[in-house]
């Protein structure tokens, strides 16, 4: 299984943060779950890859030419795939990935895990999305969400796609057990 992790090029103001997304590598690597990530060495991002690297598991990065033209793709991935822009990320790491998993992150996560879900919602991918609740981290969002459900914008079995959890091995087992909608999009 490949899972795709979106999570902050930085590190977040609590060490909780920092340990979460270490504990989750070292499940993947442990446990043969390859990683795919934005292929950046800052922040959760390289916390994460490290993590996963030092346990023994595959990591597979995809980072734009611009941001390696920074300084900041990891080194030493399993593979790294450099591509034009943001676009061809996201698509290239959907391609890779049987799923999708939002860590604690800025707009750019929730930009991120927010385009799988709709991709999701459509009947473009059967993949599992999720978000990795870290202390709450997530929660205000989620009741954003519950509050679209409620005002007709959203319908429930969509935000119940979404698999909400706090430790590796429930993530891991409740996207094996993923079943998509059964309607289709109208």
């Given amino acids: 299984m490949k899972v795709a992790v979106y999570c902050g090029s930085r590190s977040g103001n609590e060490p909780l943060y920092v340990e979460k997304a270490r504990e989750l590598g070292e499940f ?3 446990n043969g779950i390859d990683l795919v990530f934005g292929g950046g060495h800052v922040g959760l991002m390289g916390i994460i890859a490290d ?10 990065g995809v980072i734009p030419q611009h941001l390696v033209n920074r300084e900041l ?3 030493g991935l399993t593979e790294l795939f ?3 822009d943001m676009h061809e990320r996201k698509a290239k790491m959907a ?3 049987d799923g999708f998993v939002a ?5 750019g996560t ?3 895990i927010f385009e799988m879900w709709t991709w999701g919602q459509l009947g473009m991918h059967q993949k599992p999305c999720g978000f990795y609740n870290v202390d709450g981290f997530y929660d205000a969002l989620l009741e954003m969400v519950r509050s679209m459900v409620a005002t007709g914008f959203v319908k429930q079995q969509y935000l119940d796609m979404i698999v909400l959890t706090q430790t590796p091995a429930e993530l891991i087992d409740r996207f094996k057990a993923y079943v998509p909608p059964q309607e289709k999009w109208t």
Avoid: D
């Avoid at 993590?51 to 597979?60: E, I, P, Q, R």
């Fill in 28 to 30: 993947f690597g442990h």
């Fill in 51 to 60: 993590s996963v690297l030092a346990s023994g598991g595959k990591v597979y």
């Fill in 73 to 75: 793709a990891h080194p």
């Fill in 82 to 84: 450099v591509v034009r």
């Fill in 95 to 97: 391609e890779l990935s």
């Fill in 103 to 107: 860590l604690p992150g800025g707009i």
């Fill in 110 to 112: 929730l930009e991120e």
